[in-house]
C-alpha cells in the first residue's frame, strides 16, 4: 500500500517551454500532497505544500507563476515548469501524505533544460 | 521553524557491523520522526518511523530510539548487509504539514 507515482521519469526540454509533472497516490486518497526540488547529493528542498481545492502554499523564495501546482483531485497533484531554463534543471519529488501526517514519496522527475 | 540536524554525514562499515545514525531537531513540539532510505535515482522510502509517545520503535535490523528531553533520535542499523548502501534522511514535523528533513548520511557497506 501507500504507493506514489510520478510522470514522467525523466525529460529533456528546450529553454523556455514548460514542463508539466504529475504525481498520483495510486492505492490511497491524499488531501496533501508535497514537491520537492533535491540538488546532487543534497536533502530535499520543500517547494510547496498541495492541498487538494484550493491554493498551494508555497515556500520561501519559490516562484509561484514559475512553478505552478494544481491539486485537482485526491489523488493527482501536478507541478509545471513554465519557461523552464538551466537552473531549473534538477530532481523534482513529489510525496503524497497519508494517516498520520505520513509522506510517502514518488520515484522523482529528473528534468534537463537545454 | 522546525530545524534537524544529522550527523554523521558519510558512514561507512563493514558488512555485518552496526551503523548508527543520529538527529537532533530544536522545535519541542514536534512529535512525528520518520527516516527515509534514499537509492540512487530514487524517491525516498520510509523504512521507519516514531511518534513522541514510543521511546523506541524495532521493525527486524533496523531500529529507531528518541529522546525528547534531549531532543534527539537515531536509527540503528544491526547486521548490516551491502544492499543498506543508501543515503538516509530523518525528518521531524509536528506543527501542520512542517516536516523538515536532515541534510543525509551516505551509508556505505563494505562486503
Known amino acids: 500500500g501507500a504507493v506514489v507515482s510520478q510522470h514522467p521519469s525523466r525529460v529533456i526540454c528546450k529553454s523556455g517551454t514548460s514542463v508539466k509533472i504529475e504525481c498520483r497516490s495510486l492505492?490511497?486518497?491524499?488531501?496533501?500532497m508535497f514537491w520537492y526540488r533535491q540538488f546532487p547529493k543534497k536533502s530535499l528542498m520543500l517547494m510547496a505544500t498541495?492541498?487538494?481545492?484550493?491554493?498551494?502554499?508555497?515556500e520561501q523564495g519559490v516562484e509561484k507563476d514559475k512553478f505552478l501546482i494544481n491539486h485537482a483531485s485526491l489523488t493527482l497533484s501536478t507541478l509545471t515548469v513554465t519557461s523552464a531554463h538551466p537552473e531549473d534543471s534538477s530532481f523534482y519529488i513529489c510525496s503524497a501524505e497519508g494517516l498520520g501526517e505520513t509522506q510517502y514519496f514518488g520515484p522523482g522527475t529528473r528534468l534537463l533544460v537545454l | 521553524g522546525e530545524n534537524v540536524e544529522q550527523h554523521p554525514s558519510t558512514l561507512s562499515v563493514q558488512e555485518g557491523d552496526s551503523a548508527v545514525i543520529k538527529c537532533t531537531y530544536s522545535?519541542?513540539?514536534?512529535?512525528?520522526f520518520p527516516w527515509y532510505k534514499q537509492e540512487l535515482g530514487k524517491g525516498p522510502q520510509l523504512i521507519i518511523d516514531?511518534?513522541?509517545?514510543?521511546g523506541e520503535k524495532k521493525d527486524q535490523r533496523i531500529a529507531v530510539t528518541l529522546n525528547k528531553t534531549a531532543k534527539h533520535f537515531s536509527l540503528h542499523i544491526t547486521e548490516t548487509q551491502p544492499e543498506d548502501s543508501a543515503v538516509y534522511f530523518c525528518a521531524a514535523s509536528g506543527r501542520g504539514n512542517d516536516m523538515r528533513f536532515g541534510a543525509g548520511t551516505r551509508l556505505t557497506v563494505k562486503p
Open positions: 516514531i511518534r513522541s509517545n514510543v
Open positions: 522545535d519541542s513540539a514536534s512529535n512525528y
Open positions: 498541495s492541498n487538494e481545492g484550493s491554493k498551494a502554499t508555497y
Open positions: 492505492d490511497f486518497q491524499a488531501t496533501t
